[in-house]
């Protein structure tokens, strides 16, 4: 009975995510640094996320070091002593940091790992921890087909705990044929600028409206996707007639036919370059996350 229990447990923690597992990821979450402005993103494309919104209080001045922006060498000193000096500047404390956490039916799927409702919750858990240390005000918005949930940011563990309970359990507004344009106009009403916004999602249903609230949502905020992907929707298995099922509709697939399975993995590509260029165009970070990878070591590039 006991090792029946433990096996449940584990299956339960592939399909949900529980209070206790986001908890369990403060040890994780030690190691990140929440300082993407900048960053480069990975899988294909380095984008560079410009800084906005955030106080700069100027610090000292020193020795220009190669990689320093030039826009920062302080002259007067340079001139005065013959040496380029760079001026440092120190951030202003208690950022608000915004997650948008999709949990469409798209996202209760996985054939490997853990469903992908499930990886963007633990991301999320990891950047709330990471903000919590960093004295950042945590908030957020969790949403489905049928309802959204928005959390104003505040500061401490009680904001975190708030976080955590609305990703376990969330309590949503309903909301009509909420789509995903929708979920991001209702995002451009409770980010305030100078946020650092993080929206975890597979982006299905990205269209040209939800890129105008991102454009919008960029000219004031960070931004950051972290696009979350099951194997599966990459490249089908092997040759075999495959069923999958959602408990009410069945599909079968034929992955010996080589031409269905060539145009399958190359819709596939066509939506990671479409979402590529979209966020070089509009200056956003990127990542991509795996059902099957460790949500820590996907975020370590988000130092």
Same mark, same amino acid.
């Given at each position: 009975?006991?090792?029946?229990?433990?096996?449940?447990?584990?299956?339960?923690?592939? =399909?949900?995510?529980?209070?206790?597992?986001?908890?369990?990821?403060?040890?994780?979450?030690?190691?990140?640094? #929440?300082?993407?402005?900048? /960053?480069?993103?990975?899988?294909?494309?380095?984008?560079?996320?410009?800084?906005?919104?955030?106080?700069?209080?100027?610090?000292?001045?020193?020795?220009?070091?190669?990689?320093?922006?030039?826009?920062?060498?302080?002259?007067?000193?340079?001139?005065?002593?013959?040496?380029?000096?760079?001026?440092?500047?120190?951030?202003?404390?208690?950022?608000?940091?915004?997650?948008?956490?999709?949990?469409?039916?798209?996202?209760?799927?996985?054939?490997?790992?853990?469903?992908?409702?499930?990886?963007?919750?633990?991301?999320?858990?990891?950047?709330?921890?990471?903000? #919590?240390?960093?004295?950042?005000?945590?908030?957020?918005?969790?949403?489905?087909?049928?309802?959204?949930?928005?959390?104003?940011? #505040?500061?401490?563990?009680?904001?975190?705990?708030?976080?955590?309970?609305?990703?376990?359990?969330?309590?949503?507004?309903?909301?009509?044929?909420?789509?995903?344009?929708?979920?991001?106009?209702? #995002?451009?009403?409770?980010?305030?600028?100078?946020?650092?916004?993080?929206?975890?999602?597979?982006?299905?249903?990205?269209?040209?409206?939800?890129?105008?609230?991102?454009?919008?949502?960029?000219?004031?905020?960070? =931004?950051?996707? /972290?696009? /979350?992907?099951?194997?599966?929707?990459?490249?089908?298995?092997?040759?075999?007639?495959?069923?999958?099922?959602?408990?009410?509709?069945?599909?079968?697939?034929?992955?010996?036919?080589?031409?269905?399975?060539?145009?399958?993995?190359?819709?596939?590509?066509?939506?990671?370059?479409?979402?590529?260029?979209?966020?070089?165009?509009?200056?956003?970070?990127?990542?991509?996350?795996?059902?099957?990878?460790?949500?820590?070591?996907?975020?370590?590039?988000?130092?």
């Amino acid at each position: 009975m006991d090792k029946y229990n433990s096996l449940a447990a584990n299956h339960d923690e592939r =399909v949900k995510v529980s209070l206790k597992n986001l908890i369990d990821l403060a040890k994780a979450a030690a190691a990140l640094q #929440l300082r993407y402005a900048g /960053i480069r993103a990975v899988n294909n494309g380095d984008y560079l996320s410009p800084q906005k919104g955030r106080g700069m209080i100027f610090d000292e001045t020193r020795l220009y070091q190669p990689g320093d922006d030039v826009r920062r060498i302080d002259w007067r000193v340079t001139a005065r002593t013959d040496k380029v000096h760079s001026k440092v500047f120190r951030e202003e404390r208690e950022r608000p940091l915004f997650i948008s956490v999709d949990y469409r039916s798209t996202m209760t799927f996985a054939t490997r790992g853990v469903f992908k409702s499930v990886q963007a919750a633990k991301l999320a858990g990891l950047l709330a921890w990471t903000a #919590l240390r960093q004295r950042d005000r945590i908030g957020g918005q969790i949403f489905n087909e049928t309802g959204c949930q928005e959390l104003k940011p #505040l500061a401490g563990k009680a904001a975190l705990l708030h976080f955590f309970n609305a990703l376990v359990k969330p309590r949503y507004t309903p909301v009509a044929d909420l789509s995903l344009d929708k979920v991001l106009a209702r #995002l451009l009403q409770h980010a305030r600028p100078g946020s650092q916004v993080i929206i975890l999602s597979d982006f299905r249903g990205l269209n040209s409206n939800a890129e105008h609230h991102l454009a919008k949502l960029a000219r004031h905020c960070d =931004v950051a996707l /972290i696009q /979350i992907n099951d194997p599966l929707e990459a490249k089908l298995p092997s040759k075999g007639r495959y069923r999958f099922t959602d408990s009410l509709r069945e599909l079968l697939i034929d992955s010996s036919d080589k031409r269905f399975a060539l145009n399958y993995q190359q819709r596939f590509q066509n939506r990671q370059t479409y979402l590529q260029q979209l966020c070089r165009k509009l200056h956003l970070t990127w990542l991509s996350c795996s059902t099957t990878q460790q949500p820590a070591e996907v975020l370590q590039t988000l130092r």
